[in-house]
């Protein structure tokens, strides 16, 4: 596969993908082994929260979902860079 065809087939549409081209946003890619690992949805992210962090982190969450999925990017919630930092 093509990057884009990768990108695509993990759930990235077309016009987001070209949206990224004309700004400039560069990405990379991992992929790993489909055992051991999830598909990046929200419902696979609040499963992993409540596996992961137990039961009490997952509903402190919970009433927050909405918000949390409507974020825009890292910055809303990631003011000084962590995450970012990170992933660089």
């Not at 065809?5 to 070209?18: S, V």
């Amino acid at each position: 596969m093509t990057a884009v065809e990768a990108m695509a087939h993990i759930g990235f549409d077309l016009e987001w993908l070209a949206a990224r081209l004309e700004d400039g946003t560069e990405h990379l890619l991992v992929l790993f082994p489909a055992a051991d690992g999830q598909v990046a949805t929200w419902d696979n992210v609040w499963s992993l929260i409540r596996e992961h962090f137990g039961e009490k982190c997952h509903a402190a969450l919970l009433p927050f979902r909405e918000e949390i999925e409507a974020l825009p990017d890292y910055a809303s919630f990631d003011p000084t860079g962590a995450i970012q930092r990170l992933a660089n």
